[in-house]
């Protein structure tokens, strides 16, 4: 609980800025983890899915468990825009789109299963849990789900 605590304080008080290169920095993170241990991420992991399948291989390589917690926004995953909408980049300031979804709209859902599709074959294959969860919905919800599923394996 005092872990779980901590965890949640140092998020709370967490800034956003800038891209990061996921893949890099849990390549760079292996070598200075000097226990197995449990890694647990909490992202949407976008990036070059074999970059990022293949630093999660290297934390699995090196006997880590890795639990990934891929956060969506629910919109993300039905791409449900009506009508021309205005997209903010998070990690870059500045950087706006406005598009029709109307026009997007099945690429962008072709483009999002063909990435979920070969994400979720990579964890599965490397033994990496990958936990899809949606900002809709309490995250204490979704822990005691994984975790009962967990416990059941």
């Known amino acids: 609980t005092s872990h779980l605590k901590v965890l949640v304080d140092q ?25 197995r241990g449990m890694i647990v991420i909490l992202s949407d992991l976008f990036g070059d899915v074999q970059a990022l ?40 300031d500045g950087k706006k789109y406005l598009v029709d979804p109307n026009h997007l709209r099945a690429a962008y859902l072709d483009n999002l299963e063909k990435y979920r599709a070969e994400l979720k074959q990579g964890c599965h294959r490397h033994s990496i849990d990958l936990v899809p969860i949606t900002t809709d919905r309490p995250y204490a919800e979704a822990l005691a789900e994984y975790l009962t599923l967990r416990m059941r394996r």
């Not at 998020?11 to 226990?35: C, I, N, S, Y």
Request: proline letters at 3%; aromatic letters at 12%; one cysteine or more.
């Open 11 to 35: 998020l709370a008080e967490t800034k956003t800025g800038g891209e990061t290169e996921l893949a890099k920095v849990f390549h760079d993170l292996v070598p200075r983890l000097h226990r």
């Open 53 to 92: 399948l293949s630093s999660l291989a290297h934390m699995r390589f090196a006997r880590h468990e890795i639990v990934v917690f891929q956060i969506w926004d629910p919109t993300e995953l039905d791409f449900s825009f009506k009508q021309w909408t205005r997209f903010d980049c998070l990690e870059v």
